[in-house]
C-alpha cells in the first residue's frame, strides 16, 4: 500500500530540511516507513533515493535542486 500523502509529505519536508546535526534521525524516520512498504512499490523506490540523498548530506555534500549531489568548497 502506497504512503499516505500526509505522511510523504512529512517525510519530503523533513528530507529536504535535513543536516548533518539531524540527518540520523531523519534517515531513521524514511527507513522506518519505508519498511512497511513493499518493495515493488513506487514509494519504496522513492523512500530509496531519499536515503542516498540524505547519505550524500551525511557525507558533507549539499543536494542541489536536481537531486545531484554537489561538493562543498574545500
Given at each position: 500500500m502506497?504512503?499516505?500523502?500526509?505522511?510523504?509529505?512529512?517525510?519530503?519536508?523533513?528530507?529536504?530540511?535535513a543536516s548533518k546535526t539531524n540527518v540520523d534521525e531523519v534517515a531513521a524516520e524514511v527507513e522506518a516507513a519505508r519498511?512497511?512498504?513493499?518493495?515493488?512499490?513506487?514509494?519504496?523506490?522513492?523512500?530509496g533515493i531519499w536515503l542516498e540523498d540524505l547519505?550524500?548530506?551525511a557525507g558533507g555534500k549539499i543536494i542541489g535542486r536536481t537531486g545531484?549531489?554537489?561538493?562543498?568548497?574545500?
Open positions: 502506497p504512503l499516505d500523502r500526509e505522511v510523504k509529505s512529512k517525510l519530503r519536508d523533513r528530507v529536504s530540511t519498511a512497511d512498504l513493499a518493495s515493488d512499490d513506487k514509494d519504496f523506490e522513492r523512500l547519505q550524500h548530506i545531484d549531489p554537489g561538493g562543498l568548497p574545500g
